[in-house]
């Protein structure tokens, strides 16, 4: 049998680039994303019959119970569980409306733990049949070295690295992996949305790394292959950068 992997986000940006990668391996995807208009495009553009398209808005408690029951349906065991789906809001905290503080919030972190609560039983269903069932988070470079107008997001990835690390621990037991990784800026509509970004005052993307360049998704998803190959089976509880060494030391402007 095929392995099985559920991709939050995939109808965008790093989700998508991982929802292609495994497709290309031969695995069954469960991509979901807020809605079929959004997941349309990206099923056309993934083109495999081995892409599941599932509609569900990450904040909603009972929708996510719901598709992860339709999933469970299908497919009783998950191998994989790759929780790409975030937003981002720029603004200072205290100009911030309460509108997109809830948004940020909702999705990057409620909608995480209710994406691992009800998936989780997937994965534990993996690993009991001796198969390998791992969890990968999407934080960020805004958890480790937070920027101003990026509060409420970066509370948010800071979240998401502590439920890492606790649901990592909670999940050893299982013989589950639970990583996170903390990119740097990555090219993706995420991103371009922020439009200008001299029009956020002191906001900038995290900006070229000392590598010279700004992320591709493929840059990500090719340390998801590695947290999802046999050499990573002794991480779990791990916060990754992948940043191009942006975070490693101030790099002046020219
Ligand atoms: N792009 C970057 O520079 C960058 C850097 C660090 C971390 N990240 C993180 O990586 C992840 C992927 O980001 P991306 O750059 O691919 O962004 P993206 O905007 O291209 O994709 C995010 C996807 O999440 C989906 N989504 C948003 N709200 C949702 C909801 N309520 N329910 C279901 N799906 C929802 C969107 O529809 C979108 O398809 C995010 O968690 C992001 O915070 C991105």
Redesign the pocket.
């Known amino acids: 049998m095929p392995n099985t992997a559920i991709i ?10 991982a929802a292609r990668d495994l497709l290309a391996k031969g695995w069954i995807v469960y991509g ?4 079929d208009a ?1 997941l349309a495009p ?1 099923t056309r553009e993934l083109a495999s019959d081995r892409f599941h398209p599932r509609p ?5 408690a009972s929708a996510v119970a719901a598709v992860m029951q339709g999933i469970a349906a299908d497919a009783p065991k998950v191998n994989a569980l790759i ?6 809001k720029i603004g200072h905290l205290m100009e911030m409306s309460v509108d997109d503080f809830d ?1 940020v919030q ?3 972190v409620r ?2 733990w209710l994406t691992c609560r009800e998936a989780m039983p997937m994965v534990r269903a993996a690993t009991a049949a001796g198969e390998i069932g791992r969890v990968i988070l ?5 958890a480790i070295r937070p920027k101003i107008d990026s509060g409420a ?1 970066s509370m ?2 800071a979240a ?1 690295s502590q439920l890492t690390q606790i649901l990592a621990a909670e999940s050893a037991k299982y013989g589950i992996l639970v990583n996170a ?11 371009h ?1 922020q439009g200008d970004p001299g029009q956020h005052k002191g906001w900038r ?2 900006g070229n790394s000392p590598l010279g360049r ?2 591709e ?1 493929i840059d ?1 998803v090719r340390v998801m292959r590695f947290l999802l190959s046999e050499d990573a089976g002794y991480v779990t509880g791990t916060i990754i950068p992948v940043d191009g060494g942006t975070r490693a030391a101030f790099v002046p402007p020219t």
């Open positions: 939050t986000g995939a109808a965008s940006g790093i989700g998508k680039e979901i994303d807020v809605s959004a990206a569900c808005d990450l904040r909603d929780c790409s789906a975030g937003v981002l948004l909702g999705v990057n909608g995480l999407m934080s960020s470079i805004a997001y948010s990835k998401v990784l903390a990119p740097g800026t990555v090219d993706t509509p995420m991103i949305q993307p995290s700004v992320a998704p990500i």
